[in-house]
Structures are given as structure tokens and as C-alpha cells.
Nanobody
Framework: QVQLVESGGGLVQAGGSLRLSCATSGLTFSRRALGWFRQAPGREREFVAAISWSGSSTYYADSVKGRFTISRDNAKNSLYLQMNSLKPEDTAVYYC????????????????WGQGTQVTVSS
């Protein structure tokens, strides 16, 4: 059974930082692209960042480029999202997701999802 469990969310002031983690089990972690998505209240879920199976390719939404960094540790079956210079508009529930593909960035390519972790950025 595939499981993805996010952690690291919380309340932070604008300009602050948070590091999200996603622990996975039940999947061939090292062969899958992974991603982070977010959903703010009243809005559709949106792409944040993705990383290829090897970690050699990363993709970011324009809104987070230069502030967020996605990384993975295949030895620990874990995914991370370092978020710096946070803004109130980054407030959302953040989800990690796993794809069956080695490289992916579109939501429809991700079939396994975590439950999400809340990130709240105060102004």
C-alpha cells in the first residue's frame, strides 16, 4: 500500500521559512518523479514543484521560482520542499505526490497523494 505523509507545515510570518518533508512507503521511490502541489481556500489545487526520479531535473511554478527548492533523498524515501521568503499568498494546504513516470510535472501524471499539511503565512 502506497503511503505519503507530509510534515513540517505551520504558522510563519511573511519573509520566514519552512521546510516540508514527505515520507513515503510502499512504492519504488527511486524510480518515480515526485511533486508538491498546494490548494488555498476556495481555489483549485495547483502545481508548486516537481523533481525527476534522479533529482537531476526540477520544475517550479513561476510564483515560487527562486524562493522554493525541491529535493529528494532516495536512500530515505523522502521528499522535501524548502520554502524561503514566504508570502501570505503561499498560505495553503501542501500535498506531496508520486508519479508512475520518471519525469512528470502535470497533475494528471501523479496518482498517489498524501493527506496534506497546512502552511499559513501571516502578514
Amino acid at each position: 500500500q502506497v503511503q505519503l505523509v507530509e510534515s513540517g507545515g505551520g504558522l510563519v510570518q511573511a519573509g520566514g521559512s519552512l521546510r516540508l518533508s514527505c515520507a513515503t512507503s510502499g512504492l519504488t521511490f527511486s524510480r518515480r518523479a515526485l511533486g508538491w502541489f498546494r490548494q488555498a481556500p476556495g481555489r483549485e489545487r495547483e502545481f508548486v514543484a516537481a523533481i525527476s526520479w534522479s533529482g537531476s531535473s526540477t520544475y517550479y511554478a513561476d510564483s515560487v521560482k527562486g524562493r522554493f527548492t525541491i529535493s529528494r533523498d532516495n536512500a530515505k524515501n523522502s521528499l522535501y520542499l524548502q520554502m524561503n521568503s514566504l508570502k501570505p499568498e503561499d498560505t495553503a494546504v501542501y500535498y506531496c505526490a508520486a508519479s508512475v513516470r520518471a519525469v512528470a510535472r502535470h497533475e494528471e501524471d501523479f496518482g498517489s497523494w498524501g493527506q496534506g499539511t497546512q502552511v499559513t503565512v501571516s502578514s
